[in-house]
DNA sequence: CGACGTCAAATCGTATACAATCTTTGCGCT
DNA sequence: AGCGCAAAGATTGTATACGATTTGACGTCG
């Protein structure tokens, strides 16, 4: 394939994929640059080289927490190539990061693909949840600054606002990010840092299990949990944190359906 | 000896470098192979490609660990590929991911030098090894299989064996893997990987700041840990391990000597 | 004598070429 | 027709070449 053809010219040729990625490629890359809270990827990777390294990593792994690159796609080196208009080289270093996340899996000689947790995955990303993020929003409750407290309002509002406007996606992104959010909260960084690698990973799963048509993460949860943070109830604030994650948990179908590895085959077929 | 100080020419280093590898790097290499509980970066890695990766990896990793390659060690990728006989591709591998891991700092334009954690690291590490680990070490009580603490016993027995030889490094390593072990045992993937890399920092963190000439982790506190998950008892092999924890902890000198960040660079160049 | 600008060496960043491996396809054989 | 094998195609794995950036040094100027 041409290497040197990128940019505007990746239609044709990468179909399924380009759709899945390009269709919020240029946002992406926009807000690549924005360190803000739009985007998933903002402060992580962080042991990234270059910027082009970066931008790609984000721009994959806010494609597949939104769930536009669904579990178990297939990620050729050459497609994303062409498609970003970077050299194997950088793709390389993207996908071995996000492989570090838990987000793909790389398969030696084989490639790259979205991860598609197994069940017994699923508990464990959420038993390490409870563990971890029940204590955080302790803490969170009780060192949390008002400044901090204003910054999750308004995150609220942003997520509201995503529903409102029927961006699913975006709201999908943002429910993840306020747990990150309230980790980073306590100043606890490397906790952070784990966080946000178990929220990445509980996108993929809700995305195989969900069976509930509710709201996602439903909003509701996460103002109570505001509150009791603004309150400063550390008990409360872990109870109500708790009982937000059971009920994701709850919402899932953890029946032992797609036992392990469906196989991507099929689903790349088709396509 | 040669691995104290380096950074005295450009061209000098070299040889510090290759020291601290290359000294175990035919130990390394061979344990590489077996995949039993003599290295650090066994499991670890596991999303690396091919096998060379992995190789250099682990060897880096147990060089780091075992405070062959002191924190703020220049690594430039010519020399590390001369050494192991590998391109700067697979080099770069390597280092990306102990990047990841937080074992490496990799300034851009600039090259990838061992981490030198600040005061502030050491409390984020500690503190969320406190979190996450106490918990673990509760849990472990309760769901701990006889195969488990037969294999944590055996692990002692290695401990106390390195010691008495006089293998200060290997006792160091196998200390930090005793954690890695009883997070292992709890069944909880997810977490145990976190304390493994939590660990790795810890080894940076207790080679800068190490105060007290006692015996490192003594192995007083692991016996105790280990008969009180042999006894079933969550309560007591969580105190032990908080205890544990903070003993090390009150081992460190975390007076703010570095400041915050002055980064390696006075580091390097005074020498 | 110190400060600054230019230059050269070293090192990293990236692209690309080539080799190894896996996958698929097609053919011949039973 | 079914099965096995072999060759072609596609994709990843690795090495290397070249450009970009930084670093340290030297020489000149104020």
Not at 264 to 269: A, K
Request: charged content about 25%; glycine content about 10%.
């Amino acid at each position: 394939m041409a290497t040197g053809r990128i940019g505007e010219g990746r239609g044709a040729d990468v179909g399924g994929i380009a759709d899945g990625i390009a269709t919020l490629d240029a946002a992406t890359m926009a807000a690549a640059g924005r360190d803000a809270a739009g985007t998933f990827g903002g402060r992580a990777g962080a042991g990234l080289r270059s910027p082009r390294v970066r931008a790609i990593y984000s721009a994959l792994l806010d494609a597949i927490l939104a769930n536009r690159l669904p579990p178990a796609t297939r990620l050729p080196e050459d497609d994303l190539g062409s498609i970003y208009g970077a050299s194997r080289t950088i793709v390389r270093s993207a996908l071995e990061a996000l492989a570090h996340d838990g987000v793909l899996t790389i398969e030696p000689n084989r490639g790259a693909f979205v991860a598609s947790p197994s069940v017994a995955d699923a508990r464990d990303v959420f038993d390490a949840r409870l563990l971890v993020e029940v204590q955080l929003a302790e803490r969170a409750a009780r060192c949390i600054t008002a400044a901090d407290i204003a910054a999750l309002r308004q995150h609220l509002a942003d997520e509201h606002a995503a529903l409102d406007a029927g961006l699913q996606q975006r709201a999908i992104l943002l429910s993840g990010l306020f747990h990150v959010h309230i980790a980073e909260a306590t100043g606890q960084r490397a906790l952070a840092g784990f966080v946000r690698e178990l929220v990445s990973r509980s996108s993929l799963i809700v995305a195989l299990y969900w069976r509930r048509r509710d709201a996602i993460c439903g909003s509701h949860a996460h103002e109570e949990l505001v509150d009791a943070l603004a309150r400063g109830e550390p008990d409360l604030a872990g109870a109500r944190m708790r009982a937000h994650l059971l009920d994701i948990l709850d919402g899932l179908d953890l029946t032992e359906r797609p036992a392990k590895s469906i196989d991507l085959g099929d689903v790349l077929r088709d396509a």
